[in-house]
């Protein structure tokens, strides 16, 4: 049971625990460079890798190859670059990054928090974050 006055997460308003809020998250694309050198390093040590590699690996290293929207490594920092020029948490960077939102609208709409009271972003920064990103996939 939970205790009196605990409130309930809500990652819309960034009410996601203080283990999350402090917590290095990994986008999509970040996850699969790192299990890509994972699997490449068993590669190494292994006349067949996938004897060494269990369902969960194989697993995991599909889902986030399928859904990671930048495959270059270079895109992959640069998109952490630009996105962390806008002060925001480690979730929303996420969120952000995995999604790929195009315009204000649909990031608002992913990430409610970009428009809380004290640390609202504009629609304008908004859309040059996302055309920042945009440029990135573009020439990736």
Known sequence: MSGVGE??????ELKIGDEFLKAKCLMNCEVSLI?????????????DPMNQV??????SLQYVKRFSRYKNPDAVRQVREILSRHQLT???????????P?????????????????????????EKMLNDLSLVKRFE
């Open 7 to 12: 409130e309930e997460e809500n990652a819309a």
């Open 35 to 47: 299990l890509e050198h994972k699997y490449e390093q068993l590669q190494l040590v292994s006349e």
């Open 54 to 59: 269990s369902q969960v690996f194989e697993k």
């Open 90 to 100: 480690e979730f929303e960077l996420c969120v952000l990054g995995n999604l790929c």
């Open 102 to 126: 195009e315009t204000a609208e649909e990031a608002v709409a992913m990430v409610p928090s970009l428009k809380t009271k004290g640390r609202a972003h504009s629609d304008e920064a908004i």
